[in-house]
């Protein structure tokens, strides 16, 4: 079914890069790859974006609302995962999971840690559920008081408060720095090219290694440039509609 999909627009693809007269040959060979790779990077990170949302919540509402030890605990997961480089991270989860290969095994969860795929998407959900969990507290803290209190007076739960009143507020004050925080995990996506994920740059890298002509680099930069142009753009509209109320008001 993806073969059947990717065949017109690979072929779209193949037609453009050949018109801006770009290697045929080359294009050939390695022209479906490239969008394959590019279908497994947008895979990656929308997974880890997802995944990373729904941690980032627990995360950003234990920073908040949690009791002391909760909140320095969020703040200790926040402040790693924030302070170390990505590529550390994944190399820690890729290979220290061989480490444990027993322990993995003896839990059932071997056949998760051995994909090298698996590994990056857990590493880039981790790292990126950080990030997140600091956007959704900063909108969060910046509602004011009397947000929270009137929910309260009107006799809701603070469960009800928070999903009702708090979070969406606060998701639409940090939809921009989501939007960027988007485009980052794009880029940083690359990093799992180091552990044989192929995605766009592990197809490039691939490519690379068997024609040695710098070109391919060129096709992965115009792509992944393509990328982040077309989530820019429709993150423009989604911020548009959701905070149209905002513009309205002014």
């Known amino acids: 079914m993806l ?34 790779g590019v279908g497994v990077t947008l895979e990656l990170v929308g997974l880890s ?5 729904l941690l980032a919540l627990p995360l950003a509402i234990a ?7 909760t909140s320095r605990l969020a703040f200790g997961y926040s402040y790693f995962f924030r302070g170390t480089p990505l590529l550390a991270q994944t190399f820690l989860v890729y290979y220290g999971a061989g480490q444990f290969r027993e322990f993995f095994t003896d839990i059932g969860l071997w056949w998760f840690f051995r994909d090298a795929f698996n590994c990056a998407v857990f590493t880039f959900t981790l790292n990126t559920a950080a990030y997140q969990a600091e956007i959704l507290r900063g909108g969060i803290e910046s509602l ?20 009702t009143v708090i979070l969406p507020q606060a998701y639409a004050i940090g939809l921009r720095p989501l939007g960027n925080e988007v485009v980052l995990m794009i880029k940083s996506s690359a990093i799992a090219s180091v552990v044989t994920v192929y995605d766009l740059m592990g197809v490039t890298r691939l490519a690379f290694s068997r024609s040695y002509d710098m070109e391919v680099y060129l096709w992965a930069a115009v792509l992944y440039l393509l990328m982040v142009e077309i989530v820019r753009r429709v993150w423009d509209v989604l911020e548009r509609r959701l905070n149209r109320h905002v513009a309205l008001s002014h």
């Open 144 to 163: 004011p008081v009397g947000q929270s209190e009137g929910g309260k007076s009107l006799g809701l739960s603070p469960y009800q408060v928070y999903r």
């Open 49 to 53: 974006m997802l995944f990373g949302a």
């Open 3 to 36: 073969d059947a999909l990717l065949t017109p627009i690979g072929q779209g693809f193949l037609a453009l890069m050949g018109f801006v007269g770009l290697n045929a040959d080359l294009m050939d060979r390695y022209g479906l790859r490239f969008l394959q």
């Open 63 to 69: 920073r908040v609302s949690g009791g002391k030890i």
